[in-house]
C-alpha cells in the first residue's frame, strides 16, 4: 500500500507534466538591441517589430534558424538588402515577402504558409514594422496548418502582438479557406 505521501507526491508530479507543454507555449516580451516589440514563444516562433541589420547575430544567439521580413520594401527604416546580407552571414534563412497590413494580399500569405512549413525554417523569427502583421501571419499557420481552433489561436496571436481587427477577420478568412 502506497502511503498518502508517495500519492500526493505522484499526482503533483503528473500535474506538472501535463501542464509543461502548456507552459511550454507561454508568449514572453524580451528587450533586444535592434528589435521592435519582441514576443516570443519559447520553442516555436517569435513576432517583431522593426528589426535593425545589426540585430540578426542576437536572433541566431536566441536560437532560430530563419528570418521571415514581412516589411515592404518601400517602409521607412526597412532595409531588406542589409538585413538579408546579415541573414546569409550569420548563417540563418531569409524569407522577404512583402505584406501590407492595410490591403492583405492572399498571395503574401500563400508564400508564408510556403516559408514556415519548409522543412528547417522552425524556430522562425518573423517581423514587420511593428508586430501586427507579423503575429497575423501566424495566426494564419496555426489555423490553417496546426488546426487550433479559431479563439485559441486568436488568443496567442494577440498575446504575440496583434492588433488589428481588419488583419485578424483576414487571416482568419484566409486561414479557414487554406487549411493543410
Known amino acids: 500500500m502506497r502511503s498518502p505521501m508517495r500519492i500526493f507526491a505522484s499526482?503533483?508530479?503528473?500535474?506538472?507534466?501535463?501542464?509543461?507543454?502548456?507552459l511550454a507555449q507561454q508568449v514572453t516580451?524580451?528587450?533586444?538591441?535592434?528589435?521592435?516589440?519582441?514576443?516570443?514563444?519559447e520553442t516555436t516562433v517569435a513576432c517583431a517589430g522593426a528589426t535593425a541589420a545589426e540585430a540578426v547575430p542576437e536572433i541566431k544567439?536566441?536560437?532560430?534558424?530563419?528570418?521571415?521580413?514581412?516589411?515592404?520594401?518601400?517602409?521607412?527604416?526597412?532595409?531588406?538588402?542589409?538585413?538579408?546580407?546579415a541573414a546569409k552571414a550569420a548563417g540563418l534563412r531569409y524569407y522577404h515577402i512583402p505584406f501590407s497590413g492595410t490591403s492583405p494580399d492572399p498571395a503574401a500569405a500563400t508564400a508564408f504558409l510556403n516559408a514556415i512549413t519548409s522543412p528547417g525554417s522552425e524556430p522562425a523569427f518573423i517581423h514587420c514594422s511593428g508586430g501586427n502583421r507579423a503575429a497575423s501571419m501566424w495566426l494564419i499557420k496555426r489555423i490553417a496548418v496546426d488546426h487550433w481552433d479559431v479563439e485559441r489561436a486568436t488568443k496567442e496571436a494577440m498575446a504575440l502582438g496583434q492588433t488589428s481587427a481588419p488583419l485578424r477577420q483576414f487571416a482568419i478568412d484566409f486561414a479557414q479557406k487554406n487549411m493543410k
Open 29 to 41: 516580451r524580451e528587450q533586444v538591441a535592434g528589435i521592435r516589440n519582441l514576443a516570443r514563444l
Open 61 to 85: 544567439k536566441m536560437g532560430f534558424v530563419s528570418i521571415i521580413n514581412l516589411r515592404e520594401a518601400t517602409e521607412q527604416g526597412a532595409n531588406v538588402e542589409a538585413e538579408a546580407a
Open 11 to 22: 499526482l503533483l508530479a503528473l500535474g506538472w507534466l501535463g501542464a509543461s507543454p502548456v
